[in-house]
């Protein structure tokens, strides 16, 4: 009997004595890496089973030591940039119980772009999105239109003023960031524009047009016939004498009317795309 005791009184004593050290911080050695961001918040836990106060040390890549907490507990963010962080955990005496190292790394990450190839259209006419990253070799996948769509380019009708979302993953390395980008096309409802007047007929071409815009007709233009380019508000862009061609260079993307007046008053209008 006196001997069980004894083994029993030991046993005990070596278990209170683990207890009161019973202290580890749980995330262990970690990378986090930021998607696009200068800094980024850190979660750690600090677990103990014994009562009292401990320090919990953080000791950033510049240097110095800051105190991040005077008791163990659970969940702790702090905020850093990139570089490694030691957390190092003492009890009430000062002895060390605990560290750990975190690396912090910031990804760059390319959002894409999305092309629109009229931004102001007039109700139920079309206009093209397309898009690509911003910096060529990288992709972006999967991804998808806020129309549901997963092609690429998409043509949308719109008969109101709506903006379109592209979303989707960029991968970097083993990181993976959600990426978007979004365009707004305006409809109009194209009201104020003058009719055409007559049965004359003329052809533009090429149409889309990226540069310059040639003028067809079957009937002779009468001498001091003007040309007058409007947009889809009706808003006069540029007024001049006839010309078979015209240089549409400094003009903006968009959807645009070119009409001929002639001397007499009749106007003579037709469509075209500047991409």
Known sequence: MIRLLLILNIFICVYTADAQNFFYLSAGNSTIVACNSTTTSVFYNINSSASGLYTITLQPPTGGTTTLATSASIGHVFTAAAGVYTITGYDGASTVLGV?????????????????????????????????????????????????QTITPISVSPTITTTYTLGGLFTTGTRTCTVSD?????????VGIEELIGNFAFKIYPNPVSSVLHISTEQNIPNGSQLEITNVLGETITKKG??????????????????????????????FIKE
């Open 242 to 271: 006839f010309e078979n061609t015209i240089d549409l260079n400094a003009l903006q993307n968009g959807y645009y009317f070119l009409t001929i007046i002639t001397p007499s008053g009749s106007r003579y209008r037709n469509k």
């Open 182 to 190: 979004s365009t707004t096309i305006t409809v109009n409802a194209c």
């Open 100 to 148: 750990i190292h975190y690396t912090v790394a910031m990804s760059t990450v390319f959002n894409p772009t999305i092309t629109v190839s009229a931004g102001t259209i007039c109700s139920g006419e079309t206009s093209s999105l397309s898009f690509t990253p911003v910096t060529s070799g990288y992709t972006i996948n999967p991804f998808s239109w806020s129309t549901t």
